[in-house]
């Protein structure tokens, strides 16, 4: 088995838990390969080991059977634009706070190397969205596992998004901007802005709009096949676009639509965590402080 290690940075109270992954991958003779700026932190560490290193989507290949995020969410989505269209899962062992989509704790590493040797996993695919615009963006990877934003810049005031599905006027949003989230991304921003959550399977997209100026506008679910487009006006000069974390400033007039990329992301589950068992421990529904 070879393994890819990811993480933004590991910090002091969790090195413990990355020496505990290494040592079970190395006890259950796995090839390591570990990201660029994570082994420069941790060569003492690492020198125990036989390792290789990558530092750029070329360099995972199809002989990688899984990356490993060490972080919380925003760790996973560097990820996703790592992996790409390779079809390598991605497990995401949970260093940060809530952790909606790396829900595995780092109390289960020798569970999960476990079962990633013996293939007793299971991997959700997971539907991405890709951004086209009149314009060169966000040429690392035009695609996103969470969602695309749509806002204003700083304090300005707010804009008209003028929205279609497939050339058809849906709506203008007057709004600090709208969000068009996958079902993986539901839990993130959308939900936030009051957005549903929508099952991973569900095969739909999630146009939120943002601090909407009128009272009757509401998030609406679209089947995930049509194209959703964009017209922006505004008193700025330009406007911001977001994929996940990554942040590009366009000006106005630019055109952007919205459609679900060609390939899938595979995130790696243990075959007892199911989203519903995700959604009543991160969101401690049916908890009652009462009792």
């Known amino acids: ?5 990811y993480s933004r940075g590991i910090e002091t109270d969790h090195e413990v838990h990355f020496k505990s992954l290494l040592q079970e991958l190395y006890l259950h003779k796995s090839r390591i390969v570990v990201y660029s700026s994570l082994a420069n932190q941790h060569q003492a560490t690492l020198s125990r080991y036989h390792y290789e290193i990558f530092s750029n989507s070329d360099d995972l290949d199809g002989s990688v059977d899984c990356v490993i995020s060490l972080g919380g969410d925003g760790t996973m989505l560097d990820c996703a634009i790592l992996i790409r269209d390779k079809g390598i899962p991605l497990l995401g062992i949970n260093f940060g706070r809530l952790g909606f989509l790396s829900t595995l704790g780092k109390e289960e590493i020798k569970r999960v190397v476990e079962a990633l040797t013996s293939r007793s996993y299971h991997t959700d695919q997971r539907t991405l969205v890709h951004v086209d615009a009149d314009i060169p963006l966000f040429a690392d990877g035009p695609f996103a596992l969470n969602e695309f934003v749509l806002h204003k810049r700083d304090f ?4 008209k998004v003028h929205t279609y599905l497939n050339g058809e006027f849906l709506n203008t949003y007057w709004a600090d901007g709208v969000i068009v989230s996958t079902p993986t991304g539901s839990t993130g921003y959308n939900l936030s802005c009051n957005g549903p959550i929508v099952f991973p399977e569900s095969q739909s997209l999630v146009i939120t709009p943002i601090a909407p100026h009128n009272l009757n506008v509401r998030s609406i679910i679209v089947p995930d096949h049509n194209v959703i487009s964009f017209e922006v006006e505004g008193r700025a000069e330009n406007f911001m676009c977001a994929m996940d974390a990554r942040r590009e400033i366009v000006n106005m007039g630019v055109q952007v639509a919205i459609r ?3 390939f ?3 995130l790696v589950r243990l075959n007892e965590n199911t989203f519903l068992e995700t959604l009543r421990n991160k969101l401690t529904w049916g908890l009652d402080k009462r009792n």
């Open 260 to 262: 679900k990329e060609n």
């Open 264 to 266: 899938t992301i595979g």
């Open 1 to 5: 088995m070879k393994v890819a290690i």
């Open 156 to 159: 300005s005031s707010m804009i």
